[in-house]
């Protein structure tokens, strides 16, 4: 059975840092188009930062110049280092990874994990 499983997340001070890691069970991120969503209370679930199939990275407005997204292939883990935090930051952040064949799609999801920003 696949497993997404997200740790990281807690409490930050707005300014403050925090990096998310992503462990993935039964499948191999550098094949899979991943990312990292987050939904905040009575909002829609966003994409945050995105790895195509291609490599290319992107990232939301809000987030650029702030969080990185990355891939350690040794580990097979995903993190997003979350830099110069804003009280609009909190959220529930999730880690996505997605395959589409000629066949079928898979996409799969982690828990969640929270951030929250705030003095």
């Known amino acids: 059975q696949v497993q997404l499983v997200e740790s990281g997340g807690g409490l930050a001070q707005p300014g403050g840092s925090l990096r998310l890691s992503c462990a993935a069970s039964?499948?191999?991120?550098?094949?899979?188009?991943v990312g990292w969503y987050r939904q905040a209370p009575g909002k829609q679930r966003e994409l945050v930062a995105g790895?195509?199939?291609?490599?290319?990275?992107n990232y939301v407005d809000s987030v650029k110049g702030r969080f990185t997204i990355s891939i350690d292939n040794a580990k097979n883990l995903m993190y997003l280092q979350m830099n110069s935090l804003k009280p609009e930051d909190t959220a529930v952040y999730y880690c996505?990874?997605?395959?589409?064949?000629?066949?079928?799609?898979?996409?799969?999801w982690g828990q969640g994990t929270q951030v929250t920003v705030s003095s």
């Open positions: 996505n990874a997605r395959l589409v064949t000629h066949k079928e799609e898979f996409n799969y």
């Open positions: 039964r499948i191999t991120f550098s094949i899979y188009v």
């Open positions: 790895i195509n199939s291609g490599g290319t990275i």
